[in-house]
């Protein structure tokens, strides 16, 4: 597989990519949905919730986190998470942007 060559597109293009990609597992939509619920969990409650193996959840966990969608602090022996507000709405911006610049054409909605 070849290099992505990302200086070829905008610094939106790119970020929207890095929140699609990390977006793009369905663990990581539970554990985001299970965030979003709670307003935050410790990782044990996420293993209990989900039913996936530790490993599994603390791998999708440091994902969110590095594109920074999550944060954790920790408490103790454990690491309580939850939805990072800043970056879930700059998310939120760069995603409506996009879905905005669409506009239908008249008629039934298919356009090919």
Known sequence: MGVTKSNLFSSDQNKLARLAKALAHPARIAIIQH????????????????????????????????????QGTIEGASISYCI???KW?????????????YQTS???????
């Open 84 to 86: 990072h507000t800043r």
């Open 35 to 70: 965030l979003l619920k709670t307003n935050t969990c410790v990782n044990s409650t996420l293993v209990q919730e989900l039913g996936l193996a530790q490993a599994t959840i603390s791998q999708h966990l440091k994902e969110l986190k590095e594109i920074g969608i999550i």
């Open 89 to 101: 709405e700059e998310m939120q911006k760069l995603l409506n942007e996009l879905f905005d610049t």
């Open 106 to 112: 008249s008629g039934d909605g298919d356009c090919c």
